[in-house]
């Protein structure tokens, strides 16, 4: 009781400050590796690591010095496994806006343009039940999934969309993708998820959606060929049955910080005699 007094009174700022840095790191290390095979690999080597000490302390030689060899070794080992996750964290880290600008650069009103032209032509895709998948690139580059398709390098519009999808077109079945305010490639080949506890009844195409959104920031929206409905794969998580509003918001999310949007508001608010 004493010892943890001392300890108390003889805390720092600098040790406050020491601990929640490490706290937030592994918070953070935490949520990359949730509900990915990483975390159960985690708990296995938990599991080795307390079996390895209790065949210490209970003096089996034998099977602590098997377990410290293959620990000893493991950290390489560890190194292949987990690097899809180290990809990801080292990807996370360079995403932030300390290196990196603002997400696009593109005047207000062709912006709003854009997200028209998505959304009207999503919207006549889901009519038709015709199936989609667009995938939005921000600062994860994607140059290896375009380099999987054919490129393409037009502006977007909602006709150019709606043809790439066209049942029996040669571009119909992969993913189209768009940087800024460009469709870069089209027929292009995603990454799968490796989510084992995902709905049946989701196709190849939402698997697909949902692997580009855990291996990058990309956003990617899917139109349903069975059923016309829409849904939306970001960071690993699927929004299904989207309506059209809910989609534009999305779009905008995507396209416009928030200095842009205040803007636009502001602009609309003069133009219908607001003050």
Same mark, same amino acid.
């Given at each position: 009781?004493?010892?943890?007094?001392?300890?108390?009174?003889?805390?720092?700022?600098?040790?406050?400050?020491?601990?929640?840095?490490?706290?937030?790191?592994?918070?953070?290390?935490?949520?990359?590796?949730?509900?990915?095979?990483?975390?159960?690999?985690?708990?296995?080597?938990?599991?080795?690591?307390?079996?390895?000490?209790?065949? /210490?302390?209970?003096?089996?030689?034998?099977?602590?010095?098997?377990?410290?060899?293959?620990?000893?070794?493991?950290?390489?080992?560890?190194?292949?496994?987990?690097?899809?996750?180290?990809?990801?964290?080292?990807?996370?880290?360079?995403?932030?806006?300390?290196?990196?600008?603002?997400?696009? @650069?593109?005047?207000?009103? @062709?912006?709003?343009?854009?997200?028209? &032209?998505?959304?009207?032509?999503?919207?006549?895709?889901?009519? /038709?039940?015709?199936?989609?998948?667009?995938?939005?690139?921000?600062?994860?580059?994607?140059?290896?999934?375009? &380099?999987?398709?054919?490129?393409?390098?037009?502006?977007?519009?909602?006709?150019?969309?709606?043809?790439?999808?066209?049942?029996?077109?040669?571009?119909?079945?992969?993913?189209?993708?768009?940087?800024?305010?460009?469709?870069?490639?089209?027929?292009?080949?995603?990454?799968?998820?490796?989510?084992?506890?995902?709905?049946?009844?989701?196709?190849?195409?939402?698997?697909?959606?949902?692997?580009?959104?855990?291996?990058?920031?990309?956003?990617?929206?899917?139109?349903?060929? &069975?059923?016309?409905?829409?849904?939306?794969?970001?960071?690993?998580?699927?929004?299904?049955?989207?309506?059209?509003?809910?989609?534009?918001?999305?779009?905008?999310?995507?396209?416009?910080?928030?200095?842009?949007?205040?803007?636009?508001?502001?602009?609309?608010?003069?133009?219908?005699?607001?003050?």
């Amino acid at each position: 009781m004493q010892y943890l007094t001392d300890l108390i009174y003889n805390i720092r700022i600098r040790d406050v400050i020491d601990i929640i840095i490490v706290a937030f790191a592994f918070y953070k290390l935490f949520m990359l590796i949730r509900e990915t095979r990483a975390e159960q690999l985690i708990k296995g080597i938990i599991v080795l690591l307390i079996i390895t000490k209790a065949s /210490q302390l209970l003096q089996l030689y034998t099977v602590f010095w098997i377990l410290d060899k293959t620990m000893t070794v493991g950290v390489i080992a560890l190194l292949i496994v987990f690097q899809p996750e180290l990809r990801r964290a080292l990807e996370y880290l360079g995403r932030s806006r300390f290196f990196t600008k603002s997400f696009i @650069e593109i005047k207000n009103e @062709e912006i709003s343009y854009f997200i028209e &032209e998505i959304v009207e032509a999503a919207a006549s895709l889901s009519r /038709q039940k015709i199936g989609a998948l667009i995938v939005f690139e921000r600062d994860t580059g994607l140059n290896e999934v375009v &380099e999987t398709g054919s490129k393409i390098n037009g502006l977007i519009s909602s006709g150019l969309l709606i043809n790439i999808f066209i049942p029996n077109t040669p571009l119909h079945d992969g993913a189209v993708i768009i940087k800024d305010n460009t469709v870069k490639a089209a027929g292009c080949f995603l990454p799968l998820t490796d989510n084992m506890n995902l709905s049946k009844d989701l196709g190849t195409r939402h698997r697909a959606a949902l692997g580009i959104s855990e291996k990058s920031d990309a956003v990617a929206v899917v139109v349903s060929e &069975e059923t016309g409905a829409i849904s939306v794969a970001n960071s690993g998580t699927l929004s299904r049955y989207l309506d059209i509003k809910t989609l534009r918001k999305i779009l905008n999310d995507i396209y416009m910080p928030n200095k842009q949007k205040q803007s636009l508001i502001f602009k609309w608010r003069q133009k219908n005699g607001e003050r």
